[in-house]
């Protein structure tokens, strides 16, 4: 099985195709999952962790801030990219995020544009990929 | 931040363009045109109604409404998809998310400290609220459809603690 | 009811005229949307008949009404990246060095739109000079609209969405209700003047750096020359001119030279020596 770049993380499967369609523009590829724990199940059972995760903050069984409490503490997960992607924009929610380990965060709702400026910052937008 | 009854109507209209031109319009040339008379407004008939519930420093809720052809091309626009393929539970999954962006959006100019819930959509009946008043309203025609968004107050419960 | 041909034409012409942005032919819609609100704050009865109004008997309130109603931004924050990259890195460095004995640079954001420029070297240099330090940045527009806005200092969601990184979207702005309003400690080192590059320029203390990007596509060569000139009198011996990708001096004003900062390119006044050992200038 070739290797897989991207884990998307929202309960709406509306949003998690419209993300796996952005983040084909930079050539990776997705897995999905519908909140925190089931994501955690999905990377666990991956050889090789993704480069990066899509993270939505509020679902139903763990939330996203508590996907990124968990996935921080592990040390397995430390090269992976983690983007809070969520209609909490409260500036004290982005700081929780970041505290809690968030490399970026992306406000709902967004263009494709913008997101690909974002992964771009984080150095995952390899050069003449971007649109 | 005194006045925490509602938003204003722009601040709704603005929060909807950003979604529209985000995901439903990202060219900008079928943006949602709003309507303000409110005869034209009663006339508009919704079936699919999406809705988040806000509680915590405010209590409410906000509504998206709409009818079957505006969920589908919705949907389509959403899932990049025609319109004819939308089956019910992409309309259900789209307006549930649309009503959590909005929701989430509206929330973020209340006071700190609240939450929004997961989204729920039902079809026919508009939701009823017996102990909240709409407070702020958005309608427009999208593509010749209808959309209503709605935020509704519980009554008293404006800086009621959680 | 779409809109007539011919208020799509005025309206697009105004927003020419008013703030040098174009409404492609099949915006009609989008127009319609964007004013609809406004005729409905004026008291009109509908698009058509604020347009008609308006057309008849020009007027300068309605008019900046639909300006701003149309001109949302679509610049992003740190635009393009290389050029904020090769000054933290290796221009603001010499500069720094340059400048010991004043400890102060001024900054020029030409052509600077609703103000993202500005702002991203206002954050730029807040984190790249050392304590002690001042900065001054102008930006400029040819639009009185851009410029309002450029000073009010508030953006969209959507516009804060782009290239803005969230540390220092949390560190450098604060909420103000639908909007992100810019903090008073960046805002009070940024200053904006309604100015056209063309015409002769008012009088300006010299500037370290001028940022003037995606401007001179829009002219023709003689203009491009006279720009350049402009600017090459208001900005100091060592001082740099960055450009747009697109762009460059070369065959329009020989008095520039192209030097490669990081990985892209900026110009200085060929006169000039390098700004580690420049005299006091």
Known sequence: ?131 | ?162 | MTLSQQDFSFVAGLVRREASIVLAPGKEYLVEARLIPVARQVGAASVTEFLANIQRRPDPTHQRMIVDALTTNETSWFRDREPFTALTEQLLPELIGARATSRKLRFWSAACSSGQEPYSLAITLQQALPAGWNYEIVGSDISTEMIKRAEAGEFSQVEINRGLPAAQLVHYFERAGAHWRIAPSLRRNVSFTRLNLTAPLPPMPPFDVVFLRNVLIYFDVDTKRTVLRNIGRMLRPDGWLFLGAAETTIGIDDNYERVVAGRTSAYRLKSAVPAGTARKG
């Open chain 2, 1 to 162: 931040m005194s006045d925490v009854a509602a938003l204003r109507v722009e601040d709704l209209h603005e929060i909807v363009e950003q979604v529209w031109s985000s995901y439903l319009d990202p060219d900008g040339i079928e943006p949602l045109l709003p309507i303000f008379s409110e005869e034209d407004v009663a006339a508009l008939k919704t079936d699919m109604h999406a809705s988040v519930s806000i509680t915590g420093t405010w209590h409410g809720h906000v509504v998206v409404a709409c009818n079957e052809p505006a969920a589908k091309n919705c949907s389509a626009a959403f899932l990049a998809m025609e319109a004819d393929e939308v089956g019910e539970e992409d309309m259900m999954d789209v307006l549930g998310e649309l009503a959590n962006i909005v929701g989430g959006n509206v929330k973020s100019m209340l006071p700190p400290g609240c939450f929004v819930s997961l989204p729920t959509v039902v079809t026919g009946e508009a939701p009823h609220y017996p102990s909240a008043e709409p407070v702020c309203q958005l309608a427009g025609l999208w593509k010749e459809d209808p959309f209503v968004i709605t935020m509704w107050q519980s009554s008293g419960a404006a800086g009621e603690a959680a």
């Open chain 1, 1 to 131: 099985m070739s290797h897989v770049q991207a884990i998307l993380i929202d309960d709406s499967r509306a949003m998690r195709l419209i993300l796996r369609r952005i983040v084909g523009q930079i050539g990776f590829d997705a897995v999905e999952a519908e909140d925190g724990q089931a994501a955690i199940d999905l990377l666990n059972s991956m050889e090789k962790p993704p480069e990066l995760a899509l993270i939505d903050w509020n679902m139903p069984n763990m939330n996203g801030l508590e996907f990124v409490t968990a996935v921080r503490k592990e040390p397995k997960y430390r090269e992976m990219t983690l983007v809070m992607v969520t209609t909490e924009s409260e500036q004290s929610q982005i700081v929780r995020a970041l505290a809690a380990g968030a490399h970026e965060y992306v406000i709902k709702p967004f263009t494709a544009g913008a997101m690909i400026e974002k992964l771009a910052l984080l150095g995952l937008v390899p050069q003449g990929a971007s649109s």
